[in-house]
Every structure is written in structure tokens, then in C-alpha cells.
């Protein structure tokens, strides 16, 4: 197998692998989407009307009662009648990096702006990360224990302001609600807004004015669909789930999909970890407090709805007393030195898959680079330079090969055409003039192999980082995480691949050149729709492997007697003197 081949082979394999993972991905929804219609009409789907209140599991209720068994928990009702998402009175929340909106229907987060963040329709518009109209993405919270307010309790606002909004003086903004008081159990859910933070801290207080200790539980999840945010593309297929970590099991993804099939596989008790959902860019979780006991859930709980969240004790409260439990919730991009200060993992939100390990340096880096200049477009060209410099003696290595079968090629051609009816003694006679030429045939595409899972990991990098977002480079390039408005980038990127071709050795096989022909066209259609930094990056990178293909080639690539040929004009010039 030849250098043009086995290059192809691995053009095409990453190709198909990109293409078939976004197949998977559609069809996984469409199928899933059509078994549920059957079901719902069988009556064999969950209903919106009865979701299912999350119950601590054995593991917690034991670590809070000696016999296992917590009062106020057996008697409390594990379905709710009210419709999903009954709507109440709405309470606006600005400060200086979202506009929120509360509703007293259960408490609910239902609305969050991301002020720093534009959405992907209009850049004058914040994104909404939280909302319950056109998808649906709320932040809920409520008590476990018989008569105790849930996310279907109708609150009140303690107070007669209904717009709330940070001023100068401010640090913090307060909203506090009231649920009906049962039983001599009066709750409060507080939700306290932070200057200068995507950190929102809910809290519930409970005071117990009946006369018998209470033992309720506290629960905090993230509804959402499985509705792909505005932006995302088939081609460039993203996370979009529920995530967890723990010490222990570290970061794993809850897909929607295993939870369909109730087969999704994650630690459900501990005392450190949190749990979120995930999108590209952004990111929503629960943050509980380390070294307290907790317990992780996730499940489908109706037509294309999913929760995932977590519960947590609020302890004893005896008659008289006041008890308080408060989560932080994080809502907010993905940035990554920030997450990191928040909880250990949350980091790890930040989709690399399994390249995490390089492509974090690389971020770093490319952090880096953008203090030094200010713009993210330069920072990528910067960033491609400095890992195409690390591994220029591996490409020159590449490239002397390939430059050496390019002095060989027509010598081939002759071998293919002497014994293209003996394809053993083709191969034999091909070897045995590589050995005489001191040509390794697959010198060329060992240093690729090597370079292949740097440049991968670079790519989603690039694609991860929110940094990018709405970034601009110059001219026309004003948001580095879309594609090119004028698809200038996509063009000079298959010119550059047009060049890059006529610089390597043409493929012995008719067949095989013809496809290497088309391949800069097939594949700058594919960069059409890849976002401008990802496009910049390679073209940048084929730029310089231009440059030093095309030195390499200069001193290597040429024969002998071309080199002789130069040479006699200048001789010949110096005899016409003599004489």
C-alpha cells in the first residue's frame, strides 16, 4: 500500500467516523421521537400530568434514621396531578450578568438571560439558557416529606416588589417565597442573586411550629428536552445531556437515550460530586456543598422531558426550631478556569471527549496566546504555529519520504504496468526497488499517525470553547464559532488542499488520482459549514505544510538529472567567456 493510499484511508475513516456518529445521532432522536407518538397513543407513555416526585432511596433515608425509615417521608405522595408547568406569577431578577424570572407556580427558575452571551439569532438578544416556551430548560426545587411544598406548590412572593433589579450599591439580590403553611410547617425558598456571578444560591428554610419532629429531605433538579439548542448543526454534532462526578467514579455523561431505555449507568450515593445539564457552550449544575451525604438522579419522565438532580437531607427539626438547606446553582458558559474554582470536575464540562488530556494544554495555551494579543483569531494562528513548529522534525521526516517516492514514481508506473496481470510479483518487485532505493514506503505516514491525535484534539478545542463565541478575527469575520458568511475561509482552504495535492507523489493507480482530484473539492464543501476558528486553524496548518513540503521537496524531490540541468547553462556560459 502506497503513501497517497494509506493517507486516503485515513482522510476517509475520520470522515465517516464524524458522519456516522451525527447518523447515529439523528436517528437515535427520530426513532425515539416516533416510538414515543406510538406509545402515547397506546396509552403506554408517562403521562405530563402524573411526574414522579423524586424519593430518597434506602442508602440516605439510613444515614438519617437509626432504623432506616425517615418520618414524614412514607406518607408523602410520589405523583402530582397539576399540569406540567402550570404557570403563576412571574418575578423578574437583573443584575449585571442575567435577567432571571422566577414563577410562583412551584418556584420555579424558569427564565435565565445570559447578559455577557448573545444568542445565536441576534446578537442584540441575550441567550436564554433557561427557559420554558420554544424548549424546555427550568431550574425546579422542592421538599420530600407529607404535606411539604414541591415543585407544584403554588408560592407567594414575601414581598410587594415583583421587578428586582441590582444597583450599585447592591451585592446581592434576595427573593424570598412563601408555600402555604401544613401542619405547623411554614417554608421559605430563598433565591439569592450574586454581583458578578452566574452562581444563584437556593435555599429552603423550614420552620416547624407543629408539635412532632419532621425529618424532610430536599430535592434540586434540572428539567429539560432533549430539543437541540438554537445553532447546532448535524455536521458538527455536540453534547447534550445530563453529566455527573464524583470523586470516585469521576466525570460521566448521562445520555437521554439510556435513560429511554432505563439502562443509564451512574454512582447514586456519595458525599462529594454534582450533577448538571449540559449543552454546547453552557452549562447548568447543582453544587452541593463537599463531604455531605447526597443522592444523584436521573430519569425520563414523560413525552421528550428529562430530569436530572440531586437530594439531600435537611436533618431533625423539632418542634420550635428552624432548619436551612442551601445549593448553589451554576448556570452559566462554560469557562473553564472559572468552573474549575467552583467544585473539583466541573471543569470537565467542557467536552474534549477523550482527548481531554492534550486538549487542555492546548486551551491553555490558547488562553495564553489571546492575553498576549487580544484577538482569538490571531491567538488560533499563533497556537497552530507553535504545534506545527513542535512537530516540524516528524513532517520534515514525513515529507523527505514523500519526496523520495516522488523521484520513484514513474518507475513504479513501469512496475505496475510490467506485472499488472501478477499482482504477488507487483508488490515483490515494488519492495525490492524501495530496498534498492533505501525508500521505507510508509516513512510518509508514520509522522501523520503521530501528529493525527494532536491536531483532533486541537479541533475540539477550537469547537469546545465558548471563548470563541460571537469572537470576532477581522474584516468580515466578526463571531469565530460560526461558519464564514462569505465562505471565503471554506475556498482558499480547498485551493490550499488543491496545492497540497500537486506537491505530494501522483498516485500510480488512474483511479485512485482521480479521487485524489476531488477530494479538495469534497472536502471544502464539507468546511462550509464548519465554524470560522475551526477553518482558520486549517487552513493555517495547510499553509504551513505547504511552505515546508514545498522546501523539502525543492532540496530532495528533485532528480538527478534536473539538478544536472541546471547546472550546464551556467557552465556553458563560462566556456562561451573562455573562448
Known sequence: MDTKKFVLIIIFSTSLLFLW???????????????????TAAGGAPQQGHEVLPVPGDALTASQAENGQVPGVDGAPTTVTPRMLATGEQIKVVTDMVIAEIDTAGGDLRRLELLKHPSSEDKEIPYALLQSQSRIAVAQAGL??????NHKTE???????????????????????????????????IYTFHRGSYVIDVQ?????????????????????????????TMMIPTYLGAAIYTEDEKFQKIHFS?????????????????????EHYFVSAWLPEQGKPREFFAKRIGDNLYTAGIIVPVGGISPG????????????PQEQDKLAELSPGLEL????????????????????YHEWVGNWGVAIILLTMTVKLLFFPLSAAGYRSMAKLRLVTPKLQRIQEQYKSDRPRMHQAMMELYKEEKINPMGGCLPILVQIPVFIALFWTLLAAVELRYAPFAL??????????????????????????????????????RVMQIMPLAFSIFFFFFPAGLVLYSLVNNILSILQQWQITRLYGQPAEEKGNKVKPKEKAKEKRKS
Open 21 to 39: 456518529d451525527a447518523w447515529v445521532t439523528e436517528r437515535g432522536r427520530l426513532d425515539k421521537l416516533a416510538s414515543e407518538s406510538v406509545s
Open 144 to 149: 420530600i416529606g407529607d404535606g411539604l411544598p
Open 155 to 189: 408560592f407567594t412572593l414575601d414581598s410587594s416588589t415583583r421587578n428586582f433589579e441590582l444597583t450599585s450599591d447592591q451585592d446581592k439580590i434576595v427573593v424570598r417565597l412563601l408555600a402555604p403553611e401544613v401542619s405547623g410547617v411554614q417554608v421559605a425558598k
Open 204 to 232: 429552603f428554610e423550614v420552620q416547624n411550629h407543629g408539635e412532632a419532629m419532621i425529618r424532610p429531605f430536599a430535592y434540586f433538579q434540572m428539567l429539560r428536552d432533549n430539543v437541540a439548542p438554537p445553532g447546532s
Open 258 to 278: 439510556d435513560l429511554d431505555k432505563n439502562k443509564a449507568d451512574y454512582p447514586q450515593n456519595a458525599d462529594n460530586g454534582w450533577i448538571a445539564m449540559l
Open 321 to 332: 426550631d428552624t432548619a436551612r438547606v442551601t445549593m448553589p446553582l451554576y448556570v452559566g
Open 349 to 368: 464540562t467542557v467536552d474534549y471527549g477523550w482527548l481531554t488530556v492534550i486538549a487542555a494544554p492546548l486551551f491553555w495555551l490558547l488562553s495564553f
Open 476 to 513: 468580515w469575520i466578526t463571531d469565530l464559532s460560526s461558519p464564514d458568511p462569505y465562505y471565503v475561509l471554506p475556498v482558499l482552504m480547498g485551493i490550499s488542499m488543491f496545492i497540497q495535492f500537486k506537491l505530494n507523489p501522483k498516485p500510480t493507480d488512474p483511479m485512485q488520482a
